[in-house]
């Protein structure tokens, strides 16, 4: 998990989703099979992050999380501005929903729920009304930022990096060519520009 900006599934990866960014958002395609082995190694996205089921295949694209059939159903009663949910396997995706669920993940989320009390299904009461707290809103609020923020440094290059580049973009600003073209063995002139910066400003958090 530490090292997605160079491994071969990110550059697949990234490859897909410039493929996907010049589909129009409205119509998209179906999930890239990279982009979806990529989603399945993050840390908890083998469950379903509301009530634990395996191999979850819907998402709720808002959170950047995978939920399984049944927990889809209520997420979708939520209604789209809360929780936007899309089939993996049998709905459409754009650029920015795949790579909301490339930088989202379970196990951020569970993070950050665990983190605003909000993680125990032990209290049915609080657990089931979580999606319509003020930190969740503050949560999808800024996976979207951070998603447009991504999308706007070029090519995708990971988690790790896509959170480092950020905190970098300032600094370097002046030292590299404002082209973003180059990845996966064109030139590693960019990830070597973030890989002495720490993950630390992951505004999701
Ligand atoms: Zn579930």
Not at 21 to 45: D, E, I, T, W, Y
Not at 161 to 179: F, H, V, Y
Request: hydrophobic share 30%; glycine share 8%; proline share 4%.
């Amino acid at each position: 998990m530490q090292n997605h900006q160079r491994s071969p599934l990110v550059c697949a990866a990234s490859r897909e989703l410039e493929d996907l960014r010049s589909v129009p958002k409205l119509s998209g395609a179906r999930f890239p099979a990279g982009c979806r082995k990529l989603m399945m190694s993050l840390p908890g996205n083998s469950n379903c992050i509301d009530c634990g089921s395996v191999n979850p295949e819907w998402a709720s694209v808002t959170f950047g999380t995978l939920i399984c059939t049944r927990c889809s159903g209520r997420h979708r009663s939520y209604g789209v501005q809360t929780s936007f949910v899309r089939s993996v396997r049998m709905d459409t995706w754009n650029y920015d929903q795949v790579l909301a669920m490339l930088e989202g993940g379970n196990g951020q989320l569970k993070g950050f729920f665990d983190r605003h009390q909000l993680g125990n299904s032990s209290d049915p009461s609080l657990f089931s009304k979580r999606y319509h707290t003020k930190a969740a809103k503050f949560y999808r609020i800024n996976l979207s930022k951070h998603v447009e923020n991504v999308s706007d440094l070029g090519p995708y290059q990971g988690r790790e990096a896509s959170r480092g580049r950020r905190q970098a973009e300032q600094e370097t600003l002046n030292k590299r060519p404002s082209s973003s073209g180059s990845l996966c063995g064109q030139s590693s002139d960019h990830s070597r520009n973030n890989a002495s910066l720490s993950p630390q400003s992951v505004s999701v958090q």
